[in-house]
């Protein structure tokens, strides 16, 4: 006899209530690992949350609410570990009779959707020294960049050369 290996879904909902009285209240939450490889630099810290209201619309069910939770990246200057919250609102529809309102895959989405750029530890971030890289919003080295240095230019913010 072979064992069932399918994972739970963690956000299927069944309809019987929406048929019934015409809207239902929903909330749930799934551990980070049911989500793992959605973001694609950090990670998710804690439970995702989902909360919401599915809604008849005619044959469709339709939800209106949002999914949040937290998680964890490293600066994008510095590289220190920065935690924060998220939550992104989102809506799905799906036919009325047709079984369960899964919204896994569209919390999914909403997660990578919602993943910043870029992130950093405090808007004016030092970064890291050139020289020695050490932390320099925790520490002064004493290291002083020069403009000519080619370890300290950032290509994409030096001038452009003239033609000639």
Same mark, same amino acid.
């Given at each position: 006899?072979?064992?069932?290996?399918?994972?739970?879904?963690?956000?299927?909902?069944?309809?019987?209530?929406?048929?019934?009285?015409?809207?239902?209240?929903?909330? &749930?939450?799934?551990?980070?690992?049911?989500?793992?490889?959605?973001?694609?630099?950090? $990670?998710?810290?804690?439970?995702? &949350?989902? /909360?919401?209201?599915?809604? /008849?619309?005619?044959?469709? &069910?339709?939800?209106?609410?949002?999914?949040?939770?937290?998680? /964890?990246?490293? !600066?994008? /200057?510095?590289?220190?570990?920065?935690?924060?919250?998220? $939550?992104?609102?989102?809506?799905?529809?799906?036919?009325?009779?047709?079984?369960?309102?899964?919204?896994?895959?569209?919390?999914?989405?909403?997660?990578?959707?919602?993943?910043?750029?870029?992130?950093?530890?405090?808007? +004016? !971030?030092?970064?890291? !020294?050139?020289? !020695?890289?050490?932390?320099?919003?925790?520490?002064?080295?004493?290291? *002083?960049?020069?403009?000519?240095?080619? +370890? *300290?230019?950032?290509?994409?913010?030096?001038?452009?050369?003239?033609?000639?």
């Amino acid at each position: 006899m072979m064992k069932d290996e399918t994972e739970p879904v963690p956000f299927r909902f069944a309809l019987t209530d929406v048929k019934e009285y015409g809207e239902m209240d929903v909330a &749930a939450q799934a551990p980070a690992e049911a989500f793992a490889g959605v973001l694609s630099e950090g $990670s998710l810290a804690g439970p995702v &949350a989902l /909360r919401g209201v599915i809604r /008849r619309a005619d044959d469709d &069910a339709v939800f209106t609410g949002s999914v949040s939770g937290r998680w /964890r990246f490293e !600066c994008s /200057r510095c590289l220190a570990p920065v935690d924060g919250e998220w $939550s992104e609102t989102f809506e799905a529809t799906a036919s009325i009779d047709g079984g369960p309102m899964d919204l896994t895959d569209e919390a999914r989405q909403s997660i990578g959707l919602a993943q910043p750029m870029k992130v950093f530890c405090k808007p +004016d !971030c030092k970064g890291l !020294c050139p020289t !020695c890289r050490m932390n320099l919003n925790t520490t002064n080295c004493g290291h *002083t960049p020069t403009v000519d240095a080619p +370890d *300290t230019v950032r290509p994409r913010l030096t001038q452009r050369r003239k033609k000639g």
